[in-house]
């Protein structure tokens, strides 16, 4: 086969359906998606290992086969189905048979509650709500119901963890044609209270799957893993890697380790990662036993979505035995800039790569106008992967300047050959493995509690998870002195996702503001308390 030509070829598919059955069609037998399933379930199926595999061939007739099934209840071009699964066989399958009837996706992460889940709902005004039921200790079913029942146009729901029932496909109209259209709507946490809906196309995925292909330099006899939520702008983009260069990728429902290291052994993984705290995993992993290589096969890590210190590149290279490829990516814009494995090492500990072709970045100064090369600024960017905008036209008006290019709110700099150095932030987020919470949506909760007089929530540096949540709380006189436990069971009562709690909390007398406009200064708590 002729990877590479046939690796562009199919990059200038105009569908995520038809990226799928060009490569149906290409390698039909060829493997698609491994499915390490949890014991429970691994038991109960009776397959080597648990473990389910599904071809290109088979991934393209069941999604068909969904599709059909969906149709025959009103699913069709535009109707908007919101999503909440893990990452697993069935999560792929439904989102290529929706992808096949040019259906409005809009994922949501299994760990999001009431407050997040109805906003999105709402926002994304959602027709359809696929959930899986009990999944690790929590039944998403009765949260589903509980929270169609406050919207103007309830959802319907349905389940779609384990087999999903399938419809002869004669029934279904013509696949999508216009890659163009707007088509999934992903969610990321901004400086305003509520998550904001990002508006995406099948071609913006294409063409970011594409430019992670290239940049890993990835191929048909590589092995790769999700053990991310599918529900991430990540999950669709590794999947069309997947497609372009037609190797295997084992999905991992919940990662954790040393429990997941036996599929990553079983399967050959070659090509691991996720973000940095999946690095720094792997890495305690390997230091309990020096001596044995963890994972044999490992030929690379790779990842992005929170900041990599230069010292944990290093250690890792060296301990693991493998290359290290970190990258610049957002919900907006999921491939910005990627380290490549033939870069030089230097590079890649110290920077975040290059931005592939099509991919415009500026960086800019207080003013707006560009900054001489080496200089820091905010990162602009423009190309086919960046979103269309936001549900909201007032965020799209605002995200964007008058070029077009996408105003990131990250800090950063080009070097002369062409590489991005990230410096800070502008947004008040924080990247918890790389998650990105909203401090001002977790402090809106914290001021709801009558023990809180007054809060600001910082992200700290943590050597595991990137950042950590820190909730910094002044009391009203008198008040007995709360705890973190007393914190977060507010905030879980109050429908606060599980990854957005404090995990450290800090009490002062005051807060401290500046003179002007009486904000309260975080560059001074986070200098405070990041040891």
């Known amino acids: 086969m002729r990877n590479g030509t046939d690796?562009?070829?199919?990059?200038?598919?105009?569908?995520?359906?038809?990226?799928?059955?060009?490569?149906?069609?290409?390698?039909?037998?060829?493997?698609?998606?491994?499915?390490?399933?949890?014991?429970?379930?691994?038991?109960?199926?009776?397959?080597?290992?648990?473990?389910?595999?599904?071809?290109?061939?088979?991934?393209?007739?069941?999604?068909?086969?969904?599709?059909?099934?969906?149709?025959?209840?009103?699913?069709?071009?535009?109707s908007r189905i919101a999503w909440q699964l893990p990452t697993r066989?069935?999560?792929?399958?439904?989102?290529?048979?929706?992808?096949?009837?040019?259906?409005?996706?809009?994922?949501?992460?299994?760990?999001?509650?009431?407050?997040?889940?109805g906003h999105a709902l709402r926002a994304a005004g959602a027709e359809y709500f696929a959930v899986p039921g009990l999944w690790r200790g929590f039944d998403h079913t009765p949260?589903?119901?509980?929270?169609?029942?406050?919207?103007?146009?309830?959802?319907?729901?349905?389940?779609?963890?384990?087999?999903?029932?399938?419809?002869?496909?004669?029934?279904?109209?013509?696949p999508p044609a216009d890659g163009t259209a707007v088509r999934w709507i992903f969610w990321?946490?901004?400086?305003?209270?509520?998550?904001?809906?990002?508006?995406?196309?099948?071609?913006?995925?294409?063409?970011?799957?594409?430019?992670?292909?290239?940049?890993?330099?990835?191929?048909?006899?590589?092995?790769?893993?999700m053990a991310f939520p599918y529900a991430h702008v990540a999950g669709p983009e590794y999947t069309v890697a997947s497609l372009l260069r037609g190797f295997p990728a084992l999905l991992v429902e919940h990662f954790s380790l040393p429990g997941s290291l036996a599929a990553y052994r079983r399967h050959g993984?070659?090509?691991?990662?996720?973000?940095?705290?999946?690095?720094?995993?792997?890495?305690?992993?390997?230091?309990?036993?020096?001596?044995?290589?963890?994972?044999?096969?490992?030929?690379?890590?790779?990842?992005?979505?929170?900041?990599?210190?230069?010292?944990?590149?290093?250690?890792?290279?060296?301990e693991l035995g493998c290359r290290l490829a970190h990258g610049y990516g957002m919900t907006e814009a999921p491939m910005i800039t990627m380290g490549c494995p033939d870069d030089p090492e230097e590079k890649l500990a110290a920077t975040e790569g290059q931005p592939p072709p099509g991919m415009e970045i500026r960086v800019v100064g207080r003013d707006g106008a560009p900054v001489p090369t080496g200089a820091d600024g905010e990162i602009r960017l423009r190309g086919e992967a960046v979103c269309r905008g936001y549900l909201d036209p007032a965020q799209t008006a605002e995200a964007f300047d008058e070029d077009g290019f996408l105003r990131t709110g990250d800090l950063g700099r080009l070097t002369e050959d062409g590489h991005l150095v990230l410096t800070g932030r502008v947004k008040d987020i924080i990247i918890r493995k790389g998650e990105n919470i909203s401090a001002q949506e977790v402090e809106g909760f914290l001021h709801d509690h009558p023990g809180v007089e007054d809060a600001a929530v910082i992200g700290l540096p943590d050597a595991l998870r990137g950042e950590?949540?820190?909730?910094?709380?002044?009391?009203?006189?008198?008040?007995?002195?709360?705890?973190?436990?007393?914190?977060?069971a507010h905030l879980r009562a109050a429908g606060l996702a599980v990854h957005k709690l404090p995990e450290q909390l800090e009490l002062v007398d005051a807060l401290p503001r500046d003179d002007t406009l009486h904000k309260v200064l975080k560059k001074t708590l986070r200098e405070r308390f990041a040891d």
């Open 143 to 174: 949260m589903a119901h509980r929270v169609a029942l406050t919207l103007p146009t309830p959802p319907l729901v349905f389940l779609a963890h384990d087999a999903l029932p399938e419809a002869d496909p004669a029934i279904l109209p013509p």
């Open 89 to 117: 066989v069935e999560t792929v399958v439904l989102a290529f048979a929706l992808a096949r009837l040019g259906a409005v996706q809009s994922p949501l992460v299994p760990a999001c509650r009431d407050h997040e889940v």
């Open 269 to 318: 993984v070659t090509v691991a990662g996720g973000s940095t705290a999946f690095y720094a995993m792997f890495l305690a992993e390997q230091r309990k036993n020096p001596a044995r290589r963890l994972l044999p096969t490992l030929r690379l890590m790779a990842g992005g979505g929170a900041p990599r210190p230069p010292a944990l590149h290093h250690d890792v290279v060296r």
């Open 7 to 78: 690796a562009r070829e199919l990059a200038a598919s105009r569908t995520l359906w038809e990226l799928l059955e060009r490569r149906a069609e290409l390698t039909p037998d060829a493997l698609a998606l491994v499915q390490a399933d949890e014991p429970a379930r691994e038991a109960r199926d009776g397959a080597p290992g648990g473990d389910r595999r599904v071809t290109f061939g088979g991934l393209r007739s069941r999604a068909e086969r969904v599709a059909a099934w969906l149709h025959t209840f009103g699913v069709g071009p535009g």
């Open 468 to 488: 950590r949540v820190c909730a910094v709380v002044q009391q009203p006189a008198g008040a007995r002195p709360l705890t973190l436990e007393a914190v977060t």
């Open 188 to 225: 990321t946490s901004g400086t305003t209270a509520g998550p904001k809906g990002v508006l995406h196309t099948d071609r913006a995925l294409v063409s970011a799957g594409a430019c992670l292909a290239d940049a890993l330099r990835l191929a048909p006899d590589d092995v790769g893993s």
